[in-house]
């Protein structure tokens, strides 16, 4: 695992509390992690989450991997973690407007202290946001205690590639997205193991890559106005912005980084 200074979760929220979240929920739309409908399905079917169930998403943002996971995939009730304020109260507005709010609950907590009872869902979720969370060992340990015996454990999240990153690399990456370190697989397979879990599955989606082309493309082509609007209608900042997206865009090209994705049971 690699890891930087200065980032800690006031950063994350102030990036979550303004520009910083409008700007990535601008280009990957209202589930704010790589590969969206097609990323939760792939995720959902290798953990066998179905009918039924009751789970708790981890850094649940605006809610929609817990609207996902109630329309799509028949989950009875959602109770999503959150440090933030802003994106809370979007999720309560949305799941009210959308008609969820009886199957679908906030709490505002830092994931490694959720204060959710012990052994009592059948899954913990999370999509692309546990590279934000700065204790991963208790990030595991939490999940881990809040699932029942059988339960499950999926989660997709960023992550150092089979490539490795340079120091330098690791060190622009992580200021950029403000993540205070970055796991890699066999980091995240040894938590798990480690939490009392058997790892199910563990593998590289492959989808980082494409997908930063996918937002490059549509943000040069299409949404130019908008990314300008939520930036100030500053250019030499969304150039700047730009520059470091590109970055990574190389980083996940040469299998530096890429988005990785977890299922591993409770024993
Ligand atoms: C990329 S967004 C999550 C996106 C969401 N999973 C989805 O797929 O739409 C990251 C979220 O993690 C939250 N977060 C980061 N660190 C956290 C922590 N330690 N505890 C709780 N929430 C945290 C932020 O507030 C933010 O809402």
New binding site residues.
């Given amino acids: 695992m690699k890891y930087t200074e200065n980032i800690d ?1 006031a950063s ?2 102030e ?2 509390s303004g520009a910083e ?1 409008r700007l ?1 929920e601008l280009i ?1 739309g ?4 790589i590969g969206g409908f097609v990323s ?1 399905m792939e995720l959902a079917g290798k953990a066998g989450i179905g009918k039924g169930m009751e789970g708790v ?9 817990m609207r996902f996971l109630v329309r799509y995939c028949g989950v009875e009730s959602m109770t999503g ?4 304020n802003v ?1 809370i109260n979007q999720c309560r507005e949305r799941c009210s407007e959308e008609g969820l709010a009886d199957k679908i609950s906030c709490v505002k ?4 202290d959720s204060r959710l009872p012990s052994d009592s869902k059948d899954f913990v979720w ?5 590279c ?3 204790d991963k060992v208790r ?1 595991i340990s939490e999940a881990t205690r809040i699932v029942r015996q059988g339960g499950v454990i999926a989660f997709t999240d960023w992550i150092e590639g089979a490539n490795g990153l340079t120091d330098a690399e690791a060190e622009r990456f992580m200021q950029f997205m403000k993540f205070p370190n970055i796991q890699d697989m066999e980091g995240y397979k040894e938590l798990l193991s480690a939490g009392g879990c058997v790892v199910k599955c563990a593998e590289d989606t492959g989808r980082f890559g494409p997908y930063v082309d996918l937002y490059l493309e549509s943000v040069s082509k299409q949404k130019t106005y908008d990314v300008l609007k939520i930036l100030g209608y500053n250019r030499e900042l969304m150039a700047a912005v730009a520059e470091e997206m590109k970055f990574m865009q190389e980083l996940a090209h040469a299998g530096k980084i890429a988005q990785g994705l977890f299922v591993a049971e409770k024993l």
Avoid: P
């Avoid at 209202?30 to 992690?33: G, K, R, S, T």
């Avoid at 973690?81 to 933030?84: E, I, P, R």
């Fill in positions: 979760l994350v929220r990036a979550y979240g990535w990957m209202e589930q704010i992690h939760s998403d981890f850094c649940s943002c605006n809610g929609a991997g973690v959150d440090a933030t994106v907590a830092d994931v490694c999370g999509e692309d946001a546990w934000y969370v700065k990030l």
